[in-house]
């Protein structure tokens, strides 16, 4: 083989080892590594993860979705900004604004109980969405996985608990002086 | 102007230059989509038979589960298993689908038995003569016998061809003597009741000279059927392709929807699936409770058993046309029990002769058994369809695409139900309308 047909091979494979490593697939499961949502599954595992998931581009001050709606899927940020909001007839509160490894509608995934909050895009916002019946079905095609990401939620609602207990806690002397 | 006012009306004339493009685009693509439809109507039937066949079968091939397997192959193993049991039901069907021979056959020997029942009842024994019922019986069904006689009588063709194959025809064996008798017999069976001259009677039709019958030609049919088998062809295609999916068609709809109904889409779809699938897969295991009810039935009257197993898989598999599929299946199995011959019923204490009345009490037990049992267990009241919308349907169905229409019929306005009801309800619940 000379060498130069030796170089051009090389460089071929280069260039494709290289696009393999940054295909959106591998980006995507890169970006999931970094979501504590998902930070107990493996490469394999968030790749499964990954290929349920739908990913959805929000212009900005376009709504994610609205309070009082059946909430169908969780949705972590890939990139842009989310405020989470709530209407009132004559005042809006906005309860947080959310950046890139986000995520957000979380609850939607153990029943369709209403949106308790609105979620709207500040600016052009990347967001996968996780469908709660497709996790379920997750349950019966690889129950370890789903097993995790149910640890994780429960985890992350107990400490959310936590937190409005003590919430509670500190302001209930407060109200009673 | 500003830079933000600028922004704006950019932003609105990309906002109008947007819908434009998409109505122009829906208007292109229903049209070439109706411009396909109407061109390639001939492979729609096909299309929707391998698609449905891959939806109600989903269930089977998700758990069917090798973790060491790569999903195609686990797709493959379950569809070759379906194929296999498909096969087999449908082989053993066609086994007894009665070719050219066996049909003039069939109707030589139902000519001849209806003819002998008929003669039995109302044989003119001496002491039968004062009563009152036998002239009662010849006055009303020996016209209805005529016009049976009519309509199984053999044309001149069919009469020679019969002949042909009694002698040995085509590299076929010479028929059964036996029934060249009840030909010869048939042929002498006059009319029971002979019509009155009336003045008025109308003249006899007379052919118009000069025009001849002008059958299709035969190469013309063979290519349609040629045309037809490749059609077919793209059911088990259509079945297995869709079987590889692994949820991307879906997918690639939902990435079409606005991100204002993405959720909704998402439910909507999702309890489609589940309400038609339910409903399709019911109705799929009720045809088979019948079908298998009605092959025992009929094994227990002592019908050999590939008989007994094709006219349960016809039968079970019309159940699916309400009404009429209980009508088919009595005409079928009643018309094979008038005529079997040589049959030993397995319960002890049936007399043979009368296996055309077990059979008709086992289609009703089996259509009973089907109202009580069956459907109320399997479907429950997922077809809750009123009975009235049932006979439009069937009948609009059979208009339109005949004995097809009819099976299909109910399942669409059973799809179409749920589809409209459940989009309306998640609008609603979406507070979008």
Known sequence: MSTRKFAADKLLWETLGRWKRSSPELDRIQFLKTVPFFDR?????????????FERTYEADETIFEEGQPGAALFLILDGKVAIEIYRETSTTRLAVLETGAFFGEMALLDDTARSANARALERTRALALYRNDLNEFVHRHPKTACQIYHSLAGMIGDRLRLTNELVQMKTPADMA | MSNGQDFEE????????RTVFYRIFAGLVLMVGGFLIWKLSG?????????????????????????????ELQVLCSFAAIGLALFFAFNTLRKHIPDEEQKLEFKVRLQYKLNERYRQLVAKLPERKS???????????????????????????ERDLFLKYAAGYNGKPPGQSKFVDYFWANQRTGKYVIPEKTPMSPAPAVAPVGVAPTPAP???????????????????????????????????????????????????????DDAIGRYLRGTLLECFLVGLALTLGLILLGIPLGIAVAIGV??????????LGTVIAL????????IAENVTPLIPGLNPNDLALYVLILVVIVHVLDDVVFQPFVLGSAANVHPLVVVIAIISGSLIMGLWGMLFAIPTVVVVKTAVATFFKELKDYRII
């Open chain 2, 43 to 71: 492979l729609i039937l096909p299309i929707i038979v391998g698609a449905l066949l891959a939806f109600v079968f989903r269930p089977v091939k998700d758990r069917f589960r090798i973790r060491w397997l790569p999903h």
């Open chain 1, 41 to 53: 599954l493996s490469n394999r595992q968030l790749k499964r993860v990954s290929d349920i998931m």
């Open chain 2, 331 to 338: 005409v079928i199995g009643v018309g094979y029990a008038l």
């Open chain 2, 10 to 17: 950019k932003e609105r004339e990309r906002k109008v230059r």
């Open chain 2, 218 to 272: 035969p190469a013309s049919e063979g290519a349609s059927l040629e045309n037809k088998l490749s059609a077919w062809m793209l059911a088990p295609l259509i079945f297995i392709f869709l079987g590889f999916d692994n949820g991307q068609i879906r997918r690639f709809f939902i990435s079409l929807v606005p991100n204002r109904y993405f959720e909704l889409s998402l439910t909507v779809l999702d309890e489609l």
């Open chain 2, 314 to 323: 016809v039968s079970g598999l019309l159940n699916a046309i309400p009404f």
């Open chain 2, 131 to 157: 009563n009152a019922v036998t002239p009662l019986i010849e006055k009303e069904v020996g016209p209805l016998m005529d016009r049976v006689n009519q309509a199984l009588a053999l044309d001149p063709k």
